[in-house]
């Protein structure tokens, strides 16, 4: 059993950056793929990045490629997704998943095993 809790969160001027943490429980942290969803309001829960076991592949959606930085220590048991240059779409619930090991660009929900309880993400423009 994986237990995964987001934080960091916030509000942001456009422009802004943001880090968001995802502090994960259980012994099998670092065999899982990690990955980052979020949801706005009225819309489905959209991919936004992913990262393997030992960090060194990682996969992100079109959108956020060159302004998102998904990493991991496993060390701490932790996740992590640094956002710089944000704009006011990238307003949402930010979710934090896990998998177990495996492909992985898996850019579905049902893809996902574990998933935290999300931290909102407010840009203003």
């Known amino acids: 059993q994986v237990q995964l809790v987001e934080s960091g969160g916030g509000l942001v001027q456009a422009g802004g950056s943001l880090r968001l943490s995802c502090a994960a429980s259980?012994?099998?942290?670092?065999?899982?793929?990690m990955a980052w969803f979020r949801q706005a309001p009225g819309k489905d829960r959209e991919f936004v990045a992913t990262?393997?076991?030992?960090?060194?592949?990682?996969y992100y959606t079109d959108s956020v490629t060159g302004r998102f930085t998904i990493s991991r220590d496993n060390a701490k048991n932790t996740a992590y997704l640094q956002m710089n240059s944000l704009k006011f779409e990238d307003t949402a619930v930010y979710y934090c998943?896990?998998?177990?090991?495996?492909?992985?660009?898996?850019?579905?929900?049902?893809?996902?095993?574990?998933w935290g309880q999300g931290t909102q993400v407010t840009v203003s423009s």
């Open positions: 998943a896990a998998a177990t090991p495996g492909f992985l660009r898996r850019t579905t929900r049902d893809e996902y095993d574990y």
């Open positions: 259980g012994r099998t942290f670092r065999n899982n793929n």
């Open positions: 990262i393997n076991g030992n960090g060194g592949i990682t």
